[in-house]
């Protein structure tokens, strides 16, 4: 166990529809950062947030957004969902900004039908 | 443009020892991390290297040169287990990680 929450482990769901994906950091551990990975691909960096702030932002959708709240909890929102995006989602959270040492959740797979 | 690159994959024997190479273009570069993914896991962090010279963990092992913009992650006494991706990943001037797209290692008996 990394420490790094992510729900839920599977989903299945129709395109066109909107799925919401959560994320608790571990302790102590202020950035969050969402990552996509297709099948049999690299990781894609898709956003980042420090402290309940946006820090970055990479190669995400429109479509797409998210948010970290005050108790440091981060969700990422897909909608208009299409079957590309099926993916492994990761969320992984560091200790500063800038680290270079990441820590990974187990992931969300999402498929899209 | 910002990019790492590494072979996209590696073949060994059990027992041997691999070397993974990792170039690099990124500016305002300050580390390079590695990272190794099982099929259907999540990343999870080896080594880093913020400074040239070699860095030492049991078995692997990363190295770096800052004034040639190259890495390598090596893997000894190489078992079955070690069958996965590896991943580089340099920090940029913005402090924020850079991914290579990854090398599939493949050990076989």
């Known amino acids: 166990d990394s420490g790094v929450t992510q729900t839920p482990k599977h989903l299945i769901t129709a395109t066109g529809q909107r799925v919401t994906l959560r994320c608790s950091p571990r302790?102590?551990?202020?950035?969050v950062y969402w990552y996509q990975q297709s099948l049999d691909q690299g990781l894609q960096f898709l956003i980042q947030?420090?402290?309940?702030?946006?820090?970055a932002k990479g190669n995400i959708l429109e479509r797409f957004s998210a948010q970290q709240f005050p108790d440091l909890h981060s969700e990422l929102n897909l909608s208009s969902l299409e079957l590309g995006d099926s993916a492994l989602y990761f969320c992984?959270?560091?200790?500063?900004?800038?680290?270079?040492?990441?820590?990974f959740g187990a992931g969300s797979r999402l498929t899209v039908l | 443009g910002q990019s790492l690159e590494q072979p996209s994959e590696v073949t060994a024997v059990e027992g041997a020892i691999v070397q993974i190479n990792c170039t690099y273009q990124?500016?305002?570069?300050?580390?390079l991390s590695w990272y190794q993914q099982h099929d259907g896991g999540a990343p999870t962090f080896l080594s880093y290297?913020?400074l040239d010279g070699l860095e030492e963990t049991g078995r692997f092992s990363s190295f770096l040169s800052r004034s040639d913009s190259y890495g390598y992650l090596l893997l000894q006494e190489l078992q079955m287990k070690d069958s996965a991706s590896y991943f580089c990943?340099?920090?940029?001037?913005?402090?924020?990680?850079?991914w290579g797209a990854g090398t599939k290692l493949i050990i076989k008996p």
């Open positions: 992984a959270s560091s200790v500063q900004s800038g680290a270079n040492v990441l820590t």
């Open positions: 302790s102590g551990d202020l950035s």
């Open positions: 947030y420090y402290n309940g702030e946006e820090r």
């Open positions: 990124t500016s305002g570069f300050y580390g």
């Open positions: 290297n913020a």
């Open positions: 990943a340099g920090g940029d001037s913005n402090y924020q990680l850079i």
